[in-house]
Each structure stands twice: as C-alpha cells, then as structure tokens.
C-alpha cells in the first residue's frame, strides 16, 4: 500500500497519482484503476513510460473530456483503439498536424505534461510524445452506458473483461470509508501537518492496512455473542483492540474465539 500526504494548499491528486506511479517498481503486470477527475493525458503517459496499466472512467461522450473533438463510432457500444501524438508547440506544421484530431492533439500550457518541454526555442523542431490507449464504451445497466480508457490489451481484454476490472474499482470506496470511519482517519490529536501528525497518519494507514490484509491471507472466523462472522477489517480491529485491553483470545490457525470479558 502506498499514499502520499500533502498539506491542504498544495493538495493535488494528480500529483500524487504520478508520485505513486513514478516510484511503482514492482516486475508484476499491475492495473491502476481510477474514477472519473482522473481521466488526463499526464496520468496516462506516466503509467505507459512504467510499463503498467491504466483503467480510468472518463466522461461519457457528450460531456467536455478527453473524448471531446474526436471522430468516435455512431454505436452505442464500441471498441476504438487510439495511437495520439501529442505536441506543445504550435507550428504551421503542428496546425496542420492537430487538424487530424484521431492522432494529433495539441496540448496547451495550461495543462501539465510532464513529458514535453515547458519552453522551447522559436527555431527548434517539435517535440512529440506517441501515447496509445483504447476507448470502450460498454452498456452498464440497460440504456445507462459508461466510457472506460485503457491501454490493456485487446485480444486479451476485451470490452467484457474491462468491465468487470472496473467493477472491481468499488472495493476502493470500501476500504477508503474503512480508512476514514473504521480506523479513525478522520480524527488526529493535531490538525496541523506537523511532524506531531505525520507519524500519527502513517500508524492509522499501517494499521488498516494490516486489518485488512488478515483476513485475505487466512482463514479466520470469529465467534461473538454465539455468533460466527466471517473476520473484515472492523472485525479484525476490534480483535487487536480487545487484545490491548487484555481480553481472552484463543488463536488456532483455522479458527479465532473472542470470548469478551463482560463479567
């Protein structure tokens, strides 16, 4: 798991996207799933050059995104796959260049990229940089449709199998709720990003965490109130905590009883 803290003034989430992104180093193939406000040419071009996979949700094709300005199929449903070429210089030839706007866009100073040069001299040539992805418009409930970007490949992956990916994109809102109420990141002893509170952040996100990881490497049920769960990350917090308050936990390796201490 990995996260990056920021002060409330330079808060950026695409930022910290590409921080994350830029010190990846594992050799597994691995997918980045992201939600709509993710959808930018930089956070693409930064998990290409790693060699990984991106998978966002990107306005559908009426709204003002990056599928604006491009000649997409009349289907309600496609597959299109994209090689664009991008520049930051405009030229005669990057004018004429950008006039197909499949392959060649232009990308303005205002927008981050940072695979371009920010300045370049009148009389030097033009910088490009290639980025390839598809754009699969898939049918989410019937008459509702979503637009998905990737750069997975399509004989492996095709519109079913990116669908079902992105499904798995909710597990994130879970664990950010389980994060925020579940192990209290929500509430800090100091407001101020000091280094009081730093440490304090980096504990609540090893712990969830470790609550969370528990339950996917083992086996574990609980019984509670002649009661058995299935052990989740609350669950799983709520045994350590009844451990540092001294309770009785017996731990087998298939099977965990809390027996409260109520008496």
């Not at 205002?110 to 418009?137: G, H, M, Q």
């Not at 083992?218 to 917090?237: G, H, K, M, N, P």
Request: net charge positive.
């Amino acid at each position: 798991m990995d996260a990056v803290i920021q002060k409330s003034r330079k808060w950026n989430e695409h930022r910290a996207l590409c921080d994350m992104v830029d010190r990846y180093d594992s050799p597994i193939p691995s997918v980045f799933i992201a939600d709509r406000g993710y959808e930018s040419y930089n956070n693409m071009a930064h998990i290409q050059q790693i060699g990984q996979f991106f998978l966002f949700r990107i306005k559908d094709i009426n709204g003002h995104g990056i599928l604006r300005g491009f000649d997409l199929p009349d289907d309600n449903e496609f597959d299109l796959s994209v090689s664009l070429t991008l520049t930051n210089k405009q030229s005669k030839l990057t004018k004429s260049l950008c006039k197909d706007r499949n392959h060649f866009r232009f990308v303005p100073s205002s927008s981050t990229f940072d695979f371009l040069p920010v300045k370049s001299k009148y009389a030097e040539p033009p910088s490009f940089f290639n980025l390839a992805f598809r754009i699969v418009r898939v049918e989410v409930i019937p008459g509702k449709y979503e637009v998905l970007i990737t750069n997975l490949p399509v004989v492996s992956f095709p519109p079913e199998k990116i669908k079902f990916l992105y499904s798995l994109r909710w597990g994130i809102e879970i664990s950010f709720r389980s994060l925020k109420y579940t192990v209290g990141l929500l509430y800090f002893h100091s407001k101020e990003h000091s280094s009081h509170s730093l440490p304090e952040k980096q504990a609540k996100i090893t712990s969830f965490q470790t609550c969370h990881q528990l339950p996917l490497q083992s086996s574990i049920t609980a019984y509670v109130f002649q009661c058995f769960f299935q052990a989740d990350t609350s669950l799983v917090l709520l045994l350590c905590l009844l451990y540092k308050n001294t309770a009785e936990i017996f731990i087998s390796t298939a099977f965990l009883t809390v027996i409260p201490l109520l008496t």
